[in-house]
């Protein structure tokens, strides 16, 4: 009876504990996806990580195709589609790697009970993150909310586990179970294709992965703490989309960086900010849509001006930086972090608009969007979230130009029209609409 194995958010075959169990089981293994678009809950993916799950997914298949295995792909509820599938090939067992969203966590469940009831083995693992969100947790038992006394707990805790290596080879079924096919789904924009400057950038998949994290810790680690947060330096990792999707894990991540023998801890940290928004989402499963800070609900945003929105999303709005990271987002569903955190202050705090609207659209342009750190790095931006960054600390977009992009390397680079002669006009003045801002942030402290 062959063994399930249900890629989810880890779309890799090193460090996999899910298929480690499945090919230890000594069966037939069997990986399934499914595209679940109908499940309760669970956030319809956006533009950019359609474009990228299909990239990585044809990679997983052509890799577990090569280890003697296969993918399967269904789409549907998984928790209609994983016992049909169980069914038609007749499984002993199903595995996966855990996930921490709220929908996510109740399809799984009922999955595991019902699977258990008809006789099968069913096996959960921790694999994306270095501690399990359960595990940090104040002397009284709470979860933080605030990240350096977390951080500080995380790392009390016993060390991440070493990875695994990937199997050698994974005995697959004798026949191929049915199959979608791939291009039937549609994950990839086709009129208009505006998917050529994600093309130009990436390499979707866990070569591409194994071989950008090697990259990183070979020529960029060592000057991170130092470039990090100028954004035409090329000194990040670019791994969050690998992490996103799982073509890497965090143990694989933290192991290498510390053999590398580079001074990595400011780096380790970044990863700890992930862990971070994945533990709040834990405990805050409606982390996207509420504000975490419940008297933030008192913040009275105007009306919404579509012009504004929508100048913003484009880059239109006459601050050259806000416009150059913009546009990157666009061109390359990806923005440099200094930049994401300048563009949401000045969508939130210079326009007045609620950072729902900025997060939905990160969501649908970012290829590492994902359901905790989109919203997360948002509410901390806009103040109504975990940790201290007070509403009135307003980032002002031509300090955070001169400081971190003196040469304006970045902005010629992803905005060239938006400097020199012709250049468009600010959409707000700035030192009115911060007043206006802190104004209207009264109300947050009276409620
Ligand atoms: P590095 O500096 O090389 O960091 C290494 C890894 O640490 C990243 O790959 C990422 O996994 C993690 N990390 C770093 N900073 C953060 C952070 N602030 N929060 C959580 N994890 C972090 N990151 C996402 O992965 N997905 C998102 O949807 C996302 N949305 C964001 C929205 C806003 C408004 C802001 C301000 C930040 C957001 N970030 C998000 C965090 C951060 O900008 C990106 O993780 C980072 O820019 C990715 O580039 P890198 O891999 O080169 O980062």
Same mark, same amino acid.
């Given at each position: 009876?062959?063994?399930?194995?249900?890629?989810?958010?880890?779309?890799?075959?090193?460090?996999?504990?899910?298929?480690?169990?499945?090919?230890?089981?000594?069966?037939?293994?069997?990986?399934?996806?499914?595209?679940?678009?109908?499940?309760?809950?669970?956030?319809?993916?956006?533009?950019?990580?359609?474009?990228?799950?299909?990239?990585?997914?044809?990679?997983?298949?052509?890799?577990?195709?090569?280890?003697?295995?296969?993918?399967?792909?269904?789409?549907?509820?998984?928790?209609?589609?994983?016992?049909?599938?169980?069914?038609?090939?007749?499984?002993?067992?199903?595995?996966?790697?855990?996930?921490?969203?709220?929908?996510?966590?109740?399809?799984?469940?009922?999955?595991?009970?019902? $699977?258990?009831?008809?006789?099968?083995?069913?096996?959960?693992?921790?694999?994306? $993150?270095?501690?399990?969100?359960?595990?940090?947790?104040?002397?009284?038992?709470?979860?933080?909310?605030?990240?350096?006394?977390?951080?500080?707990?995380?790392?009390?805790?016993?060390?991440?586990?070493?990875?695994?290596?990937?199997?050698?080879?994974?005995?697959?079924?004798?026949?191929?179970?049915?199959?979608?096919?791939?291009?039937?789904? +549609?994950? $990839?924009?086709?009129?208009?294709?505006?998917?050529?400057?994600?093309?130009?950038?990436?390499?979707?998949?866990?070569?591409?992965?194994?071989?950008?994290?090697?990259?990183?810790?070979?020529?960029?680690?060592?000057?991170?703490?130092?470039?990090?947060?100028?954004?035409?330096?090329?000194?990040?990792?670019?791994?969050?989309?690998? $992490?996103?999707?799982?073509?890497?894990?965090?143990? +694989?991540?933290?192991?290498?960086?510390?053999?590398?023998?580079?001074?990595?801890?400011?780096?380790?940290?970044?990863?700890?900010?992930?862990?971070?928004?994945?533990?709040?989402?834990?405990?805050?499963?409606?982390?996207?849509?509420?504000?975490?800070?419940?008297?933030?609900?008192?913040?009275?945003?105007?009306?919404?001006?579509?012009?504004?929105?929508?100048?913003?999303?484009?880059?239109?709005?006459?601050?050259?930086?806000?416009?150059?990271?913009?546009?990157?987002?666009?061109?390359?569903?990806?923005?440099?972090?200094?930049?994401?955190?300048?563009?949401?202050?000045?969508?939130?705090?210079?326009?007045?608009?609620?950072?729902?609207?900025?997060?939905?659209?990160?969501?649908?342009?970012?290829?590492?969007?994902?359901?905790?750190?989109?919203?997360?790095?948002?509410?901390?931006?806009?103040?109504?979230?975990?940790?201290?960054?007070?509403?009135?600390?307003?980032?002002?977009?031509?300090?955070?130009?001169?400081?971190?992009?003196?040469?304006?390397?970045?902005?010629?680079?992803?905005?060239?029209?938006?400097?020199?002669?012709?250049?468009?006009?600010?959409?707000?003045?700035?030192?009115?609409?911060?007043?206006?801002?802190?104004?209207?942030?009264?109300?947050?402290?009276?409620?």
């Amino acid at each position: 009876s062959p063994s399930l194995v249900w890629f989810r958010d880890d779309l890799r075959l090193a460090d996999h504990p899910a298929l480690r169990a499945a090919v230890d089981r000594g069966e037939p293994v069997i990986g399934v996806y499914v595209l679940d678009e109908e499940s309760p809950g669970i956030r319809a993916l956006g533009g950019a990580a359609r474009w990228w799950l299909h990239h990585s997914l044809a990679e997983l298949g052509e890799r577990l195709g090569e280890k003697g295995s296969v993918l399967v792909l269904r789409r549907g509820a998984a928790g209609e589609v994983i016992p049909a599938l169980a069914r038609d090939v007749g499984a002993g067992a199903v595995y996966w790697n855990r996930r921490y969203g709220s929908a996510e966590r109740e399809v799984d469940t009922g999955l595991k009970e019902g $699977l258990c009831a008809d006789g099968l083995e069913v096996q959960s693992f921790a694999a994306s $993150l270095l501690h399990e969100p359960w595990t940090v947790r104040t002397g009284t038992g709470t979860p933080y909310g605030v990240f350096t006394p977390f951080w500080k707990a995380a790392q009390q805790l016993p060390p991440p586990r070493a990875p695994l290596p990937a199997p050698r080879q994974i005995a697959g079924p004798h026949a191929h179970p049915a199959t979608d096919d791939l291009d039937e789904w +549609q994950l $990839l924009p086709t009129s208009p294709d505006w998917a050529g400057g994600l093309r130009d950038r990436w390499a979707p998949g866990e070569r591409g992965a194994t071989a950008r994290l090697h990259a990183f810790l070979t020529e960029d680690a060592a000057d991170y703490d130092r470039a990090r947060d100028e954004p035409s330096a090329g000194a990040t990792s670019l791994l969050s989309p690998r $992490l996103r999707w799982g073509e890497l894990s965090p143990f +694989q991540v933290w192991h290498a960086a510390i053999e590398s023998g580079a001074r990595v801890g400011g780096f380790l940290s970044e990863l700890g900010w992930r862990e971070f928004s994945w533990h709040t989402l834990y405990h805050f499963p409606d982390l996207a849509t509420k504000n975490l800070r419940s008297a933030f609900d008192a913040f009275p945003w105007p009306r919404l001006r579509p012009s504004m929105l929508s100048a913003w999303q484009k880059g239109e709005t006459g601050f050259p930086l806000v416009d150059a990271g913009m546009r990157e987002l666009w061109a390359s569903g990806y923005m440099h972090n200094r930049v994401r955190m300048v563009t949401a202050s000045f969508l939130i705090k210079n326009l007045l608009i609620d950072w729902r609207h900025g997060e939905q659209w990160f969501w649908d342009t970012l290829v590492d969007a994902d359901e905790a750190s989109n919203p997360f790095n948002w509410q901390w931006v806009a103040g109504s979230g975990a940790d201290a960054a007070p509403y009135f600390r307003i980032f002002n977009p031509e300090l955070q130009a001169k400081k971190f992009d003196p040469d304006g390397r970045y902005v010629k680079e992803w905005a060239p029209d938006a400097v020199g002669v012709g250049a468009r006009l600010p959409i707000v003045d700035l030192a009115d609409t911060r007043k206006a801002a802190l104004a209207a942030y009264e109300a947050v402290k009276r409620a």
